[in-house]
Nanobody, 123 residues
Framework: QMPLTESGGGSVQAGGSLRLSCGGS????????LGWARQGLGKEREMVAY???????TYIDSVKGRFTISRDIAKNTLYLQMNSLTPDDTATYYC?????????????????WGQGTTVTVSS
């Protein structure tokens, strides 16, 4: 069972798209709430999107309609498809599993986190 590892970050022009991936057989499991968070330079971490154990998804308003979170349990992979990117999306993105088994996101001692992948969007 492997820890969480993100990939897919990079530099892109405004209006472009990226797909982030997160692998980790230890945690990409339908019994956990799985999510993506981001942290811009000098800013607080914010949860961008998450998918609950029943498959329902939640997004912050600023990315709704542009980002899509999905999971492939058979491949032990979590995805974040990001379209119509803007400079405000520039941040380091982290994938995470909430080990409570539901979407709590208030206790990092019961969360598993990846190392992060950086997204830079230029105008």
């Amino acid at each position: 069972q492997m820890p969480l590892t993100e990939s897919g970050g990079g530099s892109v022009q405004a209006g472009g798209s990226l797909r982030l991936s997160c692998g980790g057989s230890a945690y990409i499991d339908s019994t956990y709430c799985l999510g993506w968070a981001r942290q811009g330079l000098g800013k607080e971490r914010e949860m961008v999107a998450y998918i609950d154990t029943d498959g329902s998804t939640t997004y912050i308003d600023s990315v709704k309609g542009r980002f899509t979170i999905s999971r492939d349990i058979a491949k032990n992979t979590l995805y974040l498809q990001m379209n119509s990117l803007t400079p405000d999306d520039t941040a380091t993105y982290y994938c995470a599993a909430d080990l409570h088994g539901y979407c709590y996101w208030k206790d990092r001692n019961l969360e598993a986190w990846g190392q992060g992948t950086t997204v830079t969007v230029s105008s």
